[in-house]
């Protein structure tokens, strides 16, 4: 009898579990700029219907800035720890945590009925918002390999962050019209719809790190920003007084406080180490000072043309719509200077441009008698469009530089970071540019300030080039 060979059947193969790798990179740009887009109409929406909020709520001059500085404040106090929270728990989780947590806040916000209670909303918009920024880049890093095809990502969603800022004033005063609270209503359903959108289409990422999330870290950053803008906003009453300079002390305790959170933590908030990156100080003092010299004066502008130009506010949107709309599509072509043109290069390029676009605004907007003459409107019109130009180019190089300036595992880490100082700089910049206005500098002196800032930030991201 002749014997058989005995056959062995390998076992089978186990699979790790978990996701598939993303295959449709299209549809994750999508996705996350379509709630990048929605976050940013969140955003800017108050600042056409400021006058209107103000008027509802009773809200006296001095606190005016809250409404605006509400969801800045929610930003940047958690863009650093949701940028940690996503490495570590997941981008993709904590993605729809933030477009669900963004519509129920935003309908939250229809809701309320005084300025403590539309500030609070607005603070969880922005930490919501915070979850949405923080995480839309680590999730575009893990979808688009690194070269050409992430370069023009990332242009793209850049892109999509100038289009919310153009369309939420429009929306805010073409519904706010009929009643301010539709346009947080209409904000919350789109928010709901692209988070169904995008519980079907993002693959979930991560790059975990040792040790718990540094929640210190983010306590003690979230109290010296508060102090800070607290600060900032009181300051218009005087800036020599005891609760202004103590709030301003209290501010420089904390922030050496959470420095040395940060140097014990296991898995810090921020690497401190980075800071001896030229290129990441580079795109941390681009971030902030956008948000104190661009974001500062243009969150206010729409209420000054309703001012000093008797505008409507859906008038004052679409004018605001020719900075902002410049800014989405200079942004959205200039991914083709990518590989021609330094983003550290490009991100001067725009703050040079503000800055110059910004001067011959002087004297447009002080309400003076024949203000709204032919003179007026050829030196604004042609200022909002450059601006917008120079927003544009600086919407484009900034993700790019946040993200080229750290290690791929914590392009989460640098998202964030570079967020929280664009966002930390607006809130400041839109108290400084109300407080300056409300001082017998004006309008102008709001206007110089701007121009000088950004001026001082074009000098210094040239300078601070890696040797």
């Known amino acids: 009898m002749t014997q058989q060979p005995v056959r062995t059947v390998a076992p089978p193969v186990r699979r790790p579990a978990g996701p598939a790798p993303a295959h449709r990179p299209g549809a994750t740009l999508a996705v996350t700029s379509a709630a990048t887009t929605i976050a940013l109409m969140n955003y800017t929406a ?11 709520f009773a809200t006296p001059p001095s606190a005016q800035a809250w409404l605006l500085n509400g969801a800045p404040l929610g930003l940047a106090v ?14 993709r989780r904590l993605f729809l945590v933030g477009v669900l947590g963004l519509g129920v806040t935003a309908a939250l916000g229809s809701l309320t009925t005084g300025t403590l209670g539309f500030t609070l909303a607005r603070a969880g918009q922005g930490a919501a918002s915070a979850a949405i920024l923080a995480t839309s880049l680590g999730l575009l890093v893990g979808a688009y390999p690194a070269g050409h095809t992430r370069i023009r990502a990332m242009g793209v969603w850049g892109a999509f962050v100038s289009a919310g800022i153009a369309l939420g004033p429009l929306l805010a005063g073409s519904l706010g019209a009929v009643d301010w ?28 790190r040792p040790g718990r999330p540094d929640l210190a870290g983010a306590a003690v950053l979230g109290l010296a920003m508060v102090a800070l803008l607290t600060a900032l906003t009181l300051g218009r009453d005087g800036w020599l007084r005891t609760p202004v300079v103590l709030l301003l002390l209290a ?5 050496a406080v959470f420095a040395a959170v940060e140097r014990r933590a296991a898995a810090p908030l921020i690497a401190l180490s980075l800071f001896r990156s030229r290129a990441f ?4 003092a681009g971030g902030l000072f956008t948000g104190l010299s661009v974001i500062g004066l243009f969150s206010y502008l729409p209420t000054l043309l309703q001012h000093s130009l008797a ?22 072509q200039s991914r083709r200077l990518a590989g021609r043109v330094a983003a550290r290069h490009q991100l001067a390029a725009g703050f040079a441009l503000h800055a110059v676009a910004v001067l011959p605004m002087l004297g447009t907007l002080t309400g003076a008698p024949g203000g709204t003459g032919a003179s ?9 469009v450059v601006a917008g130009a120079g927003s544009g180019l600086i919407n ?20 964030g970071a570079n967020n929280t100082a664009r966002y930390l700089g607006s809130s400041a910049g839109v108290a400084l540019t109300i407080s300056v206005a409300a001082t017998p500098a004006g309008v102008d002196g709001a206007l110089l300030l701007s121009a000088a800032m950004g001026l001082l930030a074009t000098v210094g991201v040239l300078l601070l080039r890696e040797r």
């Open 376 to 384: 007026v409107w050829w030196r604004l019109v042609p200022a909002l």
């Open 396 to 415: 484009a190089a900034l993700p790019r530089l946040a993200v080229d300036s750290v290690p791929p595992e914590r392009a989460a880490m640098g998202s």
């Open 46 to 56: 108050p600042m056409a219907a400021l006058p209107a909020l103000s008027a509802a």
């Open 311 to 332: 505008l409507s506010a859906l008038d004052s949107a679409w004018l605001f719509l020719l900075w902002s709309g410049t800014s989405f599509v200079v942004a959205l």
């Open 78 to 91: 958690l863009l650093l720890v949701a940028g940690s929270l996503g490495d570590d728990f997941g981008r």
């Open 281 to 284: 100080l580079a795109a941390s």
């Open 251 to 255: 501010t420089l305790v904390l922030t």
């Open 181 to 208: 609270r539709l346009t947080y209503l209409a904000l919350g359903l789109g928010a709901l719809v692209t988070a169904a959108f995008a519980r079907r289409t993002l693959t979930e990422s991560r790059a975990p």
